[in-house]
């Protein structure tokens, strides 16, 4: 009699808490009603949509949208659960939502954070005091000059406003700026923490001598945004689900990541489509 | 339901989940016999954490170093606050304590360097799979064995400790026995019998202890954290000397081999999907969601999670294979392996 009891109650819950869908935004020729995937559908995107579905345990809805304007706008009024965006279409619903994916390409780093720093003495507040004064950059390597020059030019300080001197690497970057011989640096993470990382106990703070003016990652051409009350839950599992797709199911990322020479998703940060600063 | 962290709440929680599982059981039975269970039960998102009441992570270390207590201490804080369970860190002084209980399945979790992972793999196959890995600020996805020696040896090559006593790690330890002895053997060096002595530390911290009291002329280490051309950020020796028990100048690298595919993070794959895929994207979530924490639990600051499957490790896999197929072909000569 128990366990007749305990399988009633077992069946209410499982009838009473079915999950919602997922409901994703999708770009095409006109806007329609959420539907599921049907058999007709392209292979990939047929995989992707029974990927998410099979892995989150809840039906995955297709929702098309005529532009990504659309798409934003429902997303922020709670209409889709998810969709691609860029800058442009992010910025209105920003306060609603946030980026939780973003595509790396093959043969690119991650969206590193860049140090943009001088001399704790300079007058220099901000980039704009950088116009037409030299810049050290940390090699010449993707991570140490192609992004760090990128963070400077969303930023307003495009190639030809600042004169430039690449170094070997981060340290011989940093060394120039502490002798005088440039007015700032740009380098990357790493290569900031490998000089201003405390190495010592009798010098914990070896870069006090420089202040920081930027911290930032690049800005990220496209993401995928969701509305910022799912549940950590939620977007934890879909990050821990997209980012082995290339893996698991390349049909599915091929459809998924849809942009040339995509190597792998990766987690975003919450303003990943803005110019924002890092804590 | 929520399991309780100890005590009697605990068991009655678990005696009262056995209950419920009969009952959901015998539910499932009922529409599967009513021909309503094709499609199988609506799960929802927290079901797996009637099966896992908390999630258990092995690690390689000890408490005698206060900033590894205080990392483990924020990683598992982290962890437990993303996956709304316990999570229960499990130390091992040596690396095949976390062979084991990976592998045993007395934990869900752990990170592992890859020739552990081929360890694990050599036991118990596709039971267990690499989840992620670290990508550094550069797009490296490895890190390195150095040779190093004190910096007054006459030492100044590889070749020049022919015959001289060298230091290995621990059996298991990918950079600090496996890898190197992969190396030298491309290089035309036999370290069974190149080496007029070898012994195995047993952690890299007493491999540079031993180092620098004499006990060896030559010790193998791991470094990560940059390249031989940009020099290294992050291993023992940079540990050690944050710690000031040692300073990096009394200390020179002669040899280096590398790059070796990074730590990973490893998991049970018979344990429920949701909790893996939390799992995965959680931590990979932590270097954008709160970059001041990410190197709190020892990360560099500009590296992320990137994902990674058995493939990733396939050189180390087949190096293992090799290894242990050269020790069963016989003992070594002069030299000999390590004691």
């Known amino acids: 009699m128990r366990a007749l009891l305990i399988a009633a109650a077992a069946l209410g819950l499982v009838a009473a808490a079915p999950a919602p869908p997922l409901r994703i935004a999708a770009i095409g020729p006109a806007a329609a009603a959420c539907a599921a995937v049907g058999g007709g559908a392209p292979a990939g995107e047929k995989a992707y949509y029974d990927h998410l579905a099979k892995r989150l345990q809840r039906e995955v809805l297709k929702c098309p949208f005529a532009s990504r304007a659309e798409a934003a706008t429902a997303l922020a009024a709670g209409k889709v659960d998810m969709a691609w965006l860029d800058p442009a279409t992010f910025a209105p619903v920003q306060a609603q939502t946030r980026a939780i994916l973003t595509v790396r390409a093959t043969n690119t780093s991650n969206r590193i954070p860049v140090y943009v720093a001088v001399r704790g003495a300079d007058p220099a507040r901000d980039l704009a005091a950088l116009k037409g004064r030299l810049i050290a950059f940390g090699g010449a390597s993707p991570a140490g000059h192609a992004t760090p020059r990128a963070v400077l030019a969303e930023r307003g300080l495009g190639a030809g406003a600042y004169r430039e001197k690449v170094e070997v690497d981060g340290d011989a970057a940093l060394a120039e700026l502490r002798k005088g011989a440039v007015d700032a640096v740009a380098v990357h993470a790493a290569a900031w923490q490998r000089v201003c990382r405390m190495v010592s106990p009798k010098d914990p703070e070896p870069c006090r001598d420089l202040r920081v003016l930027v911290k930032a990652r690049p800005e990220a051409a496209e993401a995928i945004v969701i509305r910022r009350d799912m549940p950590d839950e939620l977007r934890f599992r879909l990050i821990g689900i997209h980012m082995p797709l290339h893996l698991e199911a390349p049909a599915a990322f091929a459809y998924a990541a849809a942009r040339p020479g995509a190597a792998e998703f990766q987690p975003a940060e919450a303003e990943a489509l803005t110019l924002a600063d890092l804590k | ?339």
């Open chain 2, 1 to 339: 339901m929520a399991a309780t962290p100890a005590g009697d709440g605990r068991l009655r929680g678990e005696g009262m989940a056995r209950s419920v599982w009969r009952g959901a059981a015998f539910a499932l039975g009922v529409l599967a016999l009513a021909g309503c269970g094709e499609r199988g039960p609506k799960a929802s998102a927290d079901d797996w954490r009637s099966q896992v009441k908390d999630v258990k992570m092995a690690v390689q270390g000890n408490n005698d170093d206060p900033q590894m207590v205080r990392r483990r201490e924020v990683y598992r804080d982290y962890l437990t606050k993303a996956l709304g369970v316990p999570v229960k860190l499990y130390e091992s002084s040596d690396y095949n304590g976390v062979i084991q209980a990976v592998s045993s399945g007395q934990v869900d979790i752990a990170g592992i360097a890859g020739g552990g992972y081929a360890n694990v793999d050599a036991q118990v196959g596709d039971k267990v799979a690499p989840l992620l890995t670290t990508r550094q600020a550069e797009g490296e996805t490895g890190y390195y064995s150095i040779l190093v020696v004190r910096a007054d040896s006459p030492v100044k090559s590889l070749a020049d400790m022919k015959g001289r006593s060298l230091g290995y790690v621990d059996y298991n330890s990918t950079s600090g026995y496996l890898y190197p002895r992969a190396a030298m053997r491309k290089q035309g060096i036999e370290p069974d019998t190149f080496f007029g002595k070898t012994s195995f530390a047993g952690a890299h911290t007493q491999a540079v202890m031993a180092l620098a009291h004499g006990q060896f002329d030559g010790t193998i280490l791991q470094a990560s954290g940059g390249t031989p051309e940009t020099s290294f950020t992050r291993g023992p020796l940079r540990t050690m000397a944050r710690q000031g028990l040692i300073d990096l100048k009394d200390f020179r690298i002669v040899w280096t081999a590398g790059p070796i595919p990074s730590e990973a993070l490893i998991a049970r794959t018979d344990r429920p999907q949701p909790m893996i895929d939390l799992v995965r994207g959680a931590l990979a979530a932590l270097p954008y969601d709160d970059p001041d924490l990410w190197p709190e639990i020892g990360q560099l600051d500009g590296s992320a999670y990137t994902a990674v499957n058995r493939d990733h490790y396939k050189e180390i896999i087949e190096l293992r294979k090799e290894e242990l197929a050269h020790r069963r072909g016989g003992p070594a000569a002069a030299g000999g392996r390590p004691q």
